[in-house]
């Protein structure tokens, strides 16, 4: 009898067990030299990338919030200050990101963080069956309802994407 891969035990995967969260953890090649990590990723699992999303920290007028778009989109600084009632919006420096969520670059979840901060989700997600986001390591998504990540990450849902 063959038996079943244990899932990583990483600060996002347990956050969601903890919270009564269904999802699938799929493992995969990770490269750490693509250009677009979340597209990388979406062809890894064989995904398209608009259900893979990437998850990013920024600041908006110096406050740390977390962003999760689809991988195959950038975002607009001006809809992110705006989604949270802010000035102006800047992407994290890497060190900080790692800093306050705990993760490593690449392996950035929305899920266990070390320190909550708001999230957004772009308002894609509602439109999908189903999506992938990191699971709290390189070479990890976890896939799960929109609905129940939003709830797992505490998060809005909002316009976020560059046109």
């Known amino acids: 009898m063959a038996k079943k891969p244990q899932t ?4 996002a995967t347990l956050a969601l067990t903890r919270a009564g969260i269904a999802f699938t953890a799929v493992l995969y090649s990770y490269d750490p030299d693509a250009d677009r990590l979340g597209v990388q990723a979406a062809e890894a699992i064989g995904e398209p990338p608009a259900r ?3 998850t990013l920290m920024a600041e908006i007028d110096g406050n740390a919030v977390c962003v999760v778009v689809p991988s195959d989109h ?9 989604a949270f009632g802010g000035k102006s919006a800047r992407m994290m420096k890497p060190a900080d990101a790692e800093r306050i969520t705990g993760f490593r670059v690449g392996g950035i979840s929305p899920f266990g963080q070390k320190k909550r901060v708001p999230t957004a989700f772009a308002q894609q ?5 189903y999506l992938y986001t990191n699971g709290g390591q390189r070479g990890l998504q976890v ?3 929109p609905a129940d990540a939003l709830r797992a990450s505490a998060a809005i849902l909002a316009d976020l994407t560059a046109e």
């Open 8 to 11: 990583p035990g990483t600060p």
């Open 143 to 145: 896939r799960l309802v």
């Open 74 to 82: 950038e975002v607009s600084m001006k809809k992110l200050a705006t």
């Open 125 to 129: 997600a509602a439109d999908l069956p």
């Open 52 to 54: 893979v999303f990437k």
